[in-house]
């Protein structure tokens, strides 16, 4: 359904530089990243509201890469959902229909499959000052789903929503879009957005996709460090170490004992989220020892930050009261085993030019 291939695009001093993306007809694709990846200014050059410098778009295996917007059957929303406010709701979503003079009889058939599908009938005659932000969202895609079109793109569709409303829009949202068969690639730097919207979740980092896959590949496997941060996944990279003591992964000069198989000097990589390690005595033979740098309260749990030497530090998550303060040692139980280094497609490190 989607393709792009190897876009390039400057926008002032930052480039978007050689994105590939795939998706199928109904999927939706979740590009996250942290500001200034270059998220919006993809979905603006998918647009056509910014120039492609090198690369395709194509959409249905049309090449759509230097057609104006109108041309495209794509429909951008943009993150203030850019409702015009002397027109009412109804005003907002006929606007395009009318300006292209659609049949009438068409037009009233899918607008008012639309305002039943989002919930609009009661909101029809006021104006976006009169609506909430959840309002405003849902008459912002009626206007954009009006045209029936074959891409629907959302630049941050949920950061104007209080966070208690964000899991039941996001709910909502996917429901219509499944109900609809719409094919749909959303930006955002919410890893819940991914979690729940995404069918296949794309991560950027300073204008280049850095990994790509299901939000479980990405969030169990991330391909650099910067993925395995931004998923708040721990990535310690070395070398399996054997000596009279036992097996290590040294980390720079610091060895951290693990139980596996592979053969002494092997590049490894050694993954784990902060609540698969836990705290347990300094005695214990496979205990990784190291100082409490920095504990956050999360309710139930709380996260530390453990310094095992300087500069190499991991998360841990402890159930809450954490009995450690700052500076305390502590001793850590990873029970994760590491994996080769080349089991792994290291994507390169993303070298843009700010933006």
């Not at 629907?152 to 964000?166: G, H, I, K, S």
């Not at 794309?202 to 496997?221: A, H, P």
């Amino acid at each position: 359904m989607l393709w792009v291939e190897r876009l390039t695009v400057r926008a002032g001093e930052f480039t978007l530089r050689d994105v590939s993306l795939h998706l199928e007809a109904g999927e939706c694709g979740v590009v996250v990243g942290p500001s200034g990846a270059g998220k919006s200014t993809l979905l603006e050059a998918m647009a056509g509201l910014r120039e492609v410098e090198r690369g395709r778009i194509l959409l249905g295996g049309r090449d759509i890469t230097a057609l104006p917007p109108e041309k495209r059957g794509v429909a951008f929303v943009p993150q203030d959902y850019a409702l015009f406010p002397h027109l009412t709701v109804s005003g907002n979503i006929l606007l395009a229909p009318r300006l292209l003079r659609l049949p009438n009889a068409e037009v009233e058939k899918r607008f008012n499959f639309l305002c039943r599908l989002l919930g609009l009938h009661s909101l029809l005659s006021r104006r976006p000052n009169q609506l909430s932000g959840g309002e405003r969202q849902r008459v912002a895609l009626a206007r954009a789903l009006m045209l029936q079109p074959q891409l629907l793109l959302l630049d941050e569709p949920f950061a104007a929503l209080d966070p208690q409303m964000r899991p039941t829009v996001r709910r909502s949202l996917r429901q219509i879009f499944r109900t609809l068969r719409q094919t749909v690639l959303m930006v955002t730097h919410d890893l819940w957005d991914a979690a729940m919207m995404g069918d296949r979740v794309f991560v950027m980092e300073n204008g280049r996709l850095v990994q790509s896959g299901s939000f479980k590949e990405v969030t169990t496997n991330p391909q650099c460090q910067f993925v395995a941060e931004f998923v708040g996944l721990n990535r310690l990279v070395g070398t399996i170490v054997r000596n009279e003591r036992g097996v290590f992964l040294q980390v720079g000069t610091t060895l951290l004992p693990v139980e596996t198989e592979l053969p002494d000097g092997t590049p490894a990589t050694l993954q784990f989220f902060p609540s698969q390690a836990h705290l347990t005595n300094e005695e214990h033979p496979m205990a990784w020892r190291g100082q409490v740098e920095e504990a956050i309260y999360l309710g139930e749990r709380e996260q530390l930050l453990v310094a095992l030497a300087e500069e190499l530090m991991v998360r841990v998550d402890v159930p809450a009261p954490c009995p450690y303060g700052i500076g305390a040692p502590v001793a850590l139980l990873v029970p994760v085993a590491p994996q080769p280094l080349d089991a792994l497609t290291i994507a390169p490190e993303a070298k843009g030019e700010g933006g």
